[in-house]
């Protein structure tokens, strides 16, 4: 989909889809030279980091960002080893179950900034999470929205662009087994 989003809307923009065998996908990313934009899943960016770890890339943009949640897991240690100048985290939800959550993207963002996990436990999540301590979840808010762009459904200009919603019934008879 970003690959097709970046011809529509930049077609002058050198963009490759990183598919393909390892060997075709190592080929794409040592020439990413003479491209302006790569992309992959993060599925294929763990299995191939160490080719991308030997390429500076002047930013590192992640689509579904809730995707690095997990610190410790091995796609998000592979998005953090990077190297980038700047990052950029796409996603619609920065939280889902717990406030770790907001600090991984964070973290991936401004390393550092919320301090560690562990910290970031101790000074937030456990007040708010636990205690629902209003005065720390402000404080919180206060931190992260400077670095927060966020759209909402009830706002007019999002909803235009929205399509009508479509409905579509499917039956299908099911056997026995």
């Known amino acids: 989909n970003w690959a097709a989003e970046i011809r529509r809307f930049t077609p002058e923009i050198h963009d ?15 020439g990413a030279g003479e491209n302006d934009v790569l992309v992959t899943s993060y599925d294929l960016l763990k299995r ?46 920065p939280v889902e179950n717990r406030l770790s959550e907001l600090w991984s993207i964070m973290d991936f963002l401004n390393p550092g900034y919320l301090g560690t996990a562990g910290s970031f436990r101790q000074r937030f999540s456990v007040g708010i999470e636990r205690y629902r301590d209003r005065a720390k979840l402000e404080q919180l808010k ?12 009830s706002d007019p200009t999002v909803v235009a662009d929205l399509p009508e919603k479509v409905e579509s019934k499917e039956f299908c008879p099911l056997t026995s087994e």
């Open 16 to 30: 490759v889809l990183v598919v393909g065998t390892q060997e075709e996908r190592r080929k794409l990313i040592e």
């Open 48 to 93: 191939d980091i160490a080719f991308y770890n030997k390429i500076p890339f002047y930013t590192e943009i992640l689509d579904e960002a809730q995707y690095i949640k997990n610190p410790a897991a091995k796609q998000s240690q592979a998005v953090r080893s990077i190297s980038a100048d700047r990052r950029v985290a796409l996603t619609g939800t």
């Open 142 to 153: 206060g931190l992260v929205k400077p670095f927060i762009l966020r759209r909402l459904k």
